[in-house]
């Protein structure tokens, strides 16, 4: 994160911390077990899409912010005609 290491259980832990919420409650919220919650921010499983989502809810983030996407160019295409968009 800051060294640009990117971190997906770090980033988890902290979001879960800054809300001061337990792993327990989170596992609570999402249907998981509070060793799960421990797995995933100790990088021993990946969350699924769907847990991904339900944590993103629970902690008001971007699954963007919690991938490390959120620091990436974008280009957005939107309104552009079809030859604008292939040059």
């Known amino acids: 994160m800051e060294n640009g290491v990117y971190d997906l259980g770090l980033r988890l832990k902290a ?16 249907g998981v077990t509070r ?8 990088n021993l499983t990946t969350p699924s899409v769907e847990q991904l ?4 809810l629970l902690y008001g ?16 295409l939107d309104g552009l005609t079809e030859s604008q968009r292939l040059t």
Not at 15 to 30: D, W
């Open 15 to 30: 979001l879960r911390q800054k809300k001061r919420l337990s792993q327990k409650f989170v596992a609570a919220r999402i």
């Open 35 to 42: 060793a799960t919650i421990s797995a995933y921010e100790n």
């Open 53 to 56: 989502v339900k944590l993103a």
């Open 61 to 76: 983030a971007s699954l963007d912010f919690m991938l490390n996407l959120d620091r990436r160019d974008v280009l957005y």
